[in-house]
Nanobody, 111 residues
Framework: VQLVESGGGLVQPGGSLRISCAAS????????MYWYRQAPGKERDFVAS????????TYADSVKGRFAISRDNAKNTVSLQMNSLKPEDTAVYYC?????WGQGTQVTVSS
């Protein structure tokens, strides 16, 4: 199993960023996929999820209305569109399936 995140970077407050996760080694089209994040000195927290059977999405309250998770089963990718970014969104963002994690991608929101 491999999960490879990409697309992180530095963005100003109020800006947008899209991060993606390329998945391989498991049946992606029937997998519930998740995004988590971990800020320095804090625990890893749930951000968003998307379910394979219905494409239903769920979000942490802190990102609801600003972030959108999506998936492309043809490309085995899951993405997270992040809008209206705030400094408190600064963290390493991780893609997750089952017990597997990617290496993470750093998102820094700062002026």
């Amino acid at each position: 199993v491999q999960l490879v995140e990409s697309g992180g970077g530095l963005v100003q407050p109020g800006g947008s960023l899209r991060i993606s996760c390329a998945a391989s080694g498991f049946p992606f089209s029937t997998a519930n996929m998740y995004w988590y994040r971990q800020a320095p000195g804090k625990e890893r927290d749930f951000v968003a999820s998307i379910y394979w059977s219905t494409d239903r999405t769920t979000y942490a309250d802190s990102v609801k209305g600003r972030f959108a998770i999506s998936r492309d089963n043809a490309k085995n990718t899951v993405s997270l569109q992040m809008n209206s970014l705030k400094p408190e969104d600064t963290a390493v963002y991780y893609c997750n399936w089952n017990m597997y994690w990617g290496q993470g991608t750093q998102v820094t929101v700062s002026s």
